[in-house]
């Protein structure tokens, strides 16, 4: 687990768990300019790895700017150069929209949790095959 303290409280919290030859990264907080290094950190681990695949959980991210935006992308292309699926889990919101408006939905591989939770790994499975 990796985050970044603001004001006594994570600002961004990045966890990883195994999920067959998948790696489910969830993604807690802030994604900004100030903890960008966080997730950057985690998807370097991550692409150590033996997965094959990553899902990057952003269900439970509460604000993102452009560097965060950026990040991602730079998530994908890292992926694409490891020659790993990289797919992006997200809620219907604000940090939909963003992806949306910076017209990524059709560069990142995005699934759509409309639900509440974070899905365990049968649930992913049932989305787009890797």
Known sequence: MRSVMAKGEPALRVTSRPMGESLLIRVQG???????????????????????????????VTDIDARGVGELVRAHTLGQTHNRSVRFLIRNGRIARVIRLA???????????????TPHHAELESHSPL
């Open 103 to 117: 017209n990524l939905d059709e560069a990142l591989t995005l699934l759509e949790d409309a639900s509440g939770p």
């Open 30 to 60: 802030k994604l900004t300019a100030a903890t960008v290094s966080t997730f950057d950190a985690a998807i370097a681990a991550a692409l150590r790895s033996d997965a094959r695949a990553l899902v990057i959980d952003l269900c439970e």
